[in-house]
């Protein structure tokens, strides 16, 4: 009785909150409530300014579809806490990165991003960081209610009958290709330049000289250069192993001595301490590679092609013993093509190959193996060598289910999905305290909401 007690106060404090809000402009407008969590107008008109950054037409509706995307990403939220579902620092680290470099890719550029923000990339980085790891709560807790949804054979038979023949899809060209990726390892003696330029650096800043402008000059890390280093506050679960190792080893106002990790030399300045999180700036140097080392992994790449055209190691066999690509390496160096939010697959659109990649499998055959190619990577500039494995390749067709079962299978598993969660959502909004804003009682989008909420007065 208590418990119930406490939870319906603290939805009335809520509710009240709402209400006092819409008489005071000057404070942030509670616009809707799920279960104990609240959305607020800030959040959204956040959805809307990114929304507008990524060049689309001003459309005061498109809020209706954010704060639609928000209540039930604040609905699966709810459920995975009752479950436990946790995700770790290092992934909401690496989606905040993905976004932020998508988003000053749009905007042409990190100053005309933070002009049109009105503020710095860190503070925004910060600002976004709780909505997008409740993003990835609600996207594994979403997994988790179809974790064990399949389709048999006669399902997706069916669901491929479903179609009015005369509205079966056509199919563009499609290649199966795999890829073993090598890139140049330096030795001891060629790093060593890298490792003096950071240790010269280490030493200004003993002697007095500001670590924040040293990273502003010197530093190749481009996510935190222009902020002085400073990744602000992180736990022992957002960084590598040896940058958490000397993060959490320094007291504050100490500085690591030059370390090693897969992405290159560094040094870390601790600025606060704060029981489990530091507060941390550092200067990134990557070592590059030489001719030497290039020649050295043109040689290894040779030995390795001749082993695959020897018959004495399978393709699949020598990307998990060589490729330095671990997102291929041990699914046989298959490259992977996602064409929707779920799922990845072995078949790639033609028109959607790496252009580099076309020009060398346009003139191999099925079944064959390219000689090492040598490739630069447009992000990193990283120079290296690939071999390429053209496994298929699928004319332009009009779709069937002999040719094209992978694709129907999916479909028909995809639809079987959402039937699913919808009968999920459905249930969860019967059972769940819901409270939408009065402002948005136009939206198409929130009917199925509003009603809910109407219902509950």
């Known amino acids: 009785m208590k418990r119930f007690l406490s939870i319906a106060g603290l939805l009335m404090c809520l509710f009240l909150n709402v209400k006092a ?100 990339l860190l503070q925004y980085k910060d600002e976004m960081r709780t909505d997008v790891k409740e993003g990835l709560i609600a996207q594994k807790m979403q997994a988790k209610i179809t974790e064990n949804t399949s389709v048999t054979p006669l399902e997706v038979k069916k669901y491929f009958d479903s179609y009015p023949k005369d509205s079966l899809p056509d199919i563009g060209a499609e290649v199966e290709v795999g890829e073993i990726v090598l890139q ?38 481009p996510g935190s250069a222009s902020e002085g280093g400073d990744y602000g506050f992180i736990d022992r679960q957002t960084m590598v192993k040896e940058f958490t190792a000397w ?53 290894k790449a040779d030995s390795i092609y001749q082993d695959i055209i020897g018959k004495k190691l399978p393709f699949a066999a020598a990307a998990s013993l060589y490729s330095d690509n671990k997102e291929t390496q041990y699914n046989g160096g298959m490259m992977l093509y996602a064409d929707n939010q779920t799922a990845r697959t072995t078949f790639l659109p033609i028109e959607k190959l790496d252009p580099a990649v076309f020009v060398v499998i346009d003139t191999m055959k099925v079944g ?56 999920w959502f459905e249930k969860r909004r019967e059972t769940t305290y819901i409270k939408v804003d009065d402002e948005f009682a136009t939206c198409d989008e929130l009917k199925i909401w509003l009603k809910k909420d109407k219902d509950s007065k």
């Open 21 to 120: 809000q819409n008489t005071n402009p000057n404070l942030d407008k509670v616009v809707a409530v799920v279960g104990s969590n609240i959305i607020l107008l800030s959040d959204l008109n956040q959805q809307y300014a990114i929304y507008l950054n990524q060049g689309n037409p001003a459309d005061p509706r498109a809020k209706c579809y954010f704060l639609q995307q928000m209540l039930i990403q604040k609905l699966l939220k709810q459920q995975a806490e009752i479950d436990s579902i946790v995700v770790e620092e290092s992934q909401v680290d690496d989606e905040l990165d993905r976004k932020m470099r998508y988003q000053v890719q749009r905007m042409g550029g990190q100053e005309r991003l933070e002009q049109f923000l009105q503020k710095s």
């Open 184 to 221: 140049p390892k330096l030795t001891k003696a060629e790093k060593q330049k890298y490792y003096d330029k950071l240790e010269a650096l280490r030493l200004r800043v003993k002697s007095g000289e500001d670590f924040g402008f040293l990273a502003k000059s010197y530093s190749e890390d």
């Open 247 to 299: 993060a959490f080893k320094l007291k504050a106002g100490e500085m690591s001595p030059v370390f090693e990790t897969e992405y290159g030399y560094h040094i870390v300045q601790v600025i606060e301490r704060r029981g489990e999180q530091a507060h941390v700036r550092h200067i990134l140097i990557r070592p590059q590679s030489t001719p030497q080392s290039l020649e050295r992994t043109k040689l």
């Open 368 to 423: 064959s193996v390219s000689q090492p190619v040598k490739f630069s990577d447009p992000q990193s500039g990283k120079e290296g060598y690939k071999i390429f494995f053209l496994k298929s390749k699928i004319p332009p067709h009009k779709a069937s289910l002999e040719q094209d079962y992978p694709k129907f299978k999916e479909q028909a598993e995809g639809e079987k999905k959402s039937k699913k969660i919808s009968e």
